[in-house]
């Protein structure tokens, strides 16, 4: 069945006014799950590793094109930024970003500060607050460019969680005040405790919120349990989705399911994809299938 645009607005509207209600007595579960971007499905511009460059050659885009990709090939709108997809931290740069974005009607919502080597957990105070200091600076970059939020990246190893903890709010403080929260992603040392975002997340304690990765877990006992009690008050997802097989199916967990632990949390978007193909024809198709399919569940 084909679903005209005004169709699924209208459903879309129709179930998050429902979810709204339902959870209209929590108020922590009313801050989740932002109204403007619900309804929205985006892209992790990690997802395009080979065709987002710098510098591009035939078939290829840089940053300032992908808002216009986008819109014009991918029919979305919401980009989720991954700091190795910016050519540079200068701010002229950034704002010919995000005008390119806002021409396009593109909006960058989240920034995942992956720079690597940086630890935010180390015992030694110079090197923790060398990687306070990176962090920072991303969060200025997610500020200029219209970001809402920004999440430090978890590393493989379990860190003393009092170092942590302090770490993480040093940059909530950081952030606030710059209208940038921080997000708590299941990723590196969380996969395998599905308990491990919301217990973070309520140590900060402040301008902090989860966001789920459907993929990033270590098996799929602890993927439904983990995402069943992150989604809750997610404010964002990773809507990861890993190699297709020849038919179109997904073996590795239940994608469907995933979608379904979202929704009766009362989690409304923005769902941004993360998915990668080196052939970008395949790729984009592919990512328009995703697309479709949290558009038709969602309805």
């Known amino acids: 069945?084909?679903?005209?645009?005004?169709?699924?607005?209208?459903?879309?509207?129709?179930?998050?006014?429902?979810?709204?209600?339902?959870?209209?007595?929590?108020?922590?579960?009313?801050?989740?799950?932002?109204?403007?971007l619900a309804g929205e499905v985006g892209i992790t511009s990690s997802s395009l590793s080979g065709h987002l460059v710098a510098k591009p050659k035939s078939g290829q885009f840089s940053m300032l094109d992908l808002p216009r990709v986008m819109r014009d090939e991918l029919d979305m709108r919401v980009i989720d930024l991954n700091t190795s997809s910016l050519a540079s931290m200068d701010k002229a740069y950034l704002d010919q970003c995000r005008e390119a974005a806002e021409k396009a009607g593109c909006k960058f919502t989240n920034l995942k500060m992956n720079q690597r080597n940086v630890d935010m957990n180390s015992p030694d105070e110079a090197t923790r607050r060398n990687a306070i200091d990176i962090y920072k600076a991303s969060i200025d970059v997610a500020s200029r460019l219209g970001c809402r939020w920004a999440r430090p990246l978890p590393l493989p190893e379990l860190p003393d969680m009092k170092i942590h903890v302090t770490s993480y709010q040093e940059l909530a403080d950081y952030g606030a005040e710059r209208n940038v929260d921080m997000l708590v992603e299941n990723y590196g040392w969380m996969q395998g405790d599905s308990d491990s975002v919301v217990k973070l997340v309520k140590a900060i304690g402040r301008s902090v919120?989860?966001?789920?990765?459907?993929?990033?877990w270590n098996d799929n006992d602890i993927r439904y349990e983990g995402l069943a009690k992150t989604f809750p008050t997610a404010v964002t997802c990773d809507y990861k989705a890993k190699?297709?097989?020849p038919n179109g199916e997904h073996t590795q967990y239940d994608l469907q399911?995933?979608?379904?632990?979202?929704?009766?949390?009362?989690?409304r978007g923005p769902w941004c994809l993360e998915h990668a193909n080196r052939d970008r024809k395949t790729l984009f198709r592919e990512l328009a299938r995703l697309r479709d399919m949290l558009r038709g569940w969602m309805v």
């Open 1 to 36: 069945m084909t679903v005209t645009r005004r169709q699924f607005g209208r459903a879309v509207a129709g179930g998050v006014a429902m979810g709204l209600c339902s959870r209209s007595a929590d108020k922590t579960l009313l801050a989740a799950s932002p109204r403007d």
């Open 209 to 216: 919120a989860p966001c789920p990765d459907t993929g990033n």
């Open 243 to 245: 190699a297709f097989g």
């Open 257 to 267: 399911r995933c979608f379904d632990i979202g929704w009766r949390a009362g989690f």
